[in-house]
């Protein structure tokens, strides 16, 4: 559980995220309903579809109705990927939730069980994102709006240091909205932890970044395993030291190496023989370190798993 984020701090996760088509809502930052209950601690953030499509839904989050006064939501999202900043503090966009379906997002589990019985305030606990869309069948979200959505929600996530296991959707908090909002939130829980696994510089088809942690021990490991003893061709290159390749390629923590999102075997191969040889020192071990390396490429169709924890072949 966190304290909720300022005014201030909302703006600048947004705009880190890569969220720039912000309106801020005359008021914003003091539109909510403190005064009838808590707000906070929060630990989750839940996705809403606004059932309904048109201009006037701004101002519509931002007031509410007699019924229900608002604000409705802290942000509402348009269709044309434009985010308006409705509400800061308690909303009125969540209302009683399942205990299960809490418990769930609070302790981020991967599982998101059919919620019981509203037992909770959902209100206290949860920021509340509306995403303009009828929920009809069908009714797709434009890859823009989209986008955004997913970016608001890992703002929130990486802000408090949460997984994406802490989004939820507002059918799975309670009975009452079953399908609210229409899209696989596994995917989209999927796609805000993708987010949250890269840099906040980071978008999608992005394949040209290099990792900011280095390689671990036992990543350089594997990775010294499979490219030198490919078929055979290299049992132990350094004379008289059994195993001592592994020994260099564990020493070379600090090099970062990023194999994992090496477009080619070829650029994959590079990337560690010259890893390698900057961890051996100068003489003929090191020559022939690298020439047989360069052998076994030229002689044999190496399959790299980029995926050095088990993943695919390159």
Not at 129 to 158: F, H, I, M, T
Not at 175 to 200: C, G, T, Y
Not at 216 to 239: F, M, Q, W, Y
Request: proline share 5%.
């Amino acid at each position: 559980m966190a304290a909720p984020m300022t005014p201030d701090q909302w703006l600048k996760a947004l705009r880190e995220e890569g969220v720039t088509d912000i309106v801020e809502m005359p008021g914003w930052r003091t539109n909510n309903r403190n005064h009838v209950a808590a707000w906070g601690p929060v630990h989750a953030t839940m996705v809403h579809h606004t059932a309904g499509e048109g201009s006037g839904l701004p101002n519509f989050c931002f007031n509410g109705t007699s019924d229900l006064p608002g604000p409705l939501c802290h942000d509402f999202l348009a269709r044309s990927g434009r985010l308006y900043l409705v509400g800061n503090g308690r909303t009125n966009h969540a209302g009683r939730v399942a205990s299960n379906a809490y418990d769930a997002v609070l302790n981020e589990r991967a599982t998101h069980p059919k919620p019981g019985p509203d037992a909770l305030d959902g209100n206290t606990v949860s920021y509340g994102l509306e995403v303009e869309n009828s929920g009809a069948v069908g009714r797709d979200w434009p890859a823009k709006q989209y986008d955004v959505a997913v970016r608001v929600e890992a703002a929130r996530c990486r802000h408090h240091g949460w997984s994406a296991d802490s989004v939820w959707a507002h059918k799975e908090a309670t009975r009452r909205k079953p399908v609210d909002p229409r899209i696989p939130m596994d995917q989209f829980r999927d796609d805000v932890a993708e987010r949250l696994a890269h840099d906040v510089s980071w978008n999608p088809g992005d394949t040209n970044q290099e990792e900011d942690m280095p390689i671990t021990d036992a990543d350089a490991e594997k990775i010294a395993r499979k490219v030198l003893t490919i078929d055979g061709v290299i049992a132990n290159p350094v004379s008289g030291t059994d195993n001592s390749h592994i020994a260099l390629m564990t020493s070379a923590r600090n090099i970062e190496i990023v194999v994992r999102r090496l477009e080619t075997k070829e650029a994959a191969q590079t990337a560690v023989i010259t890893a390698l040889a900057s961890k051996v020192g100068s003489g003929d071990d090191t020559a022939e370190i690298v020439a047989a390396v360069q052998k076994a490429i030229a002689d044999a169709v190496i399959k790299v798993d980029v995926d050095i924890n088990g993943g695919g072949a390159a």
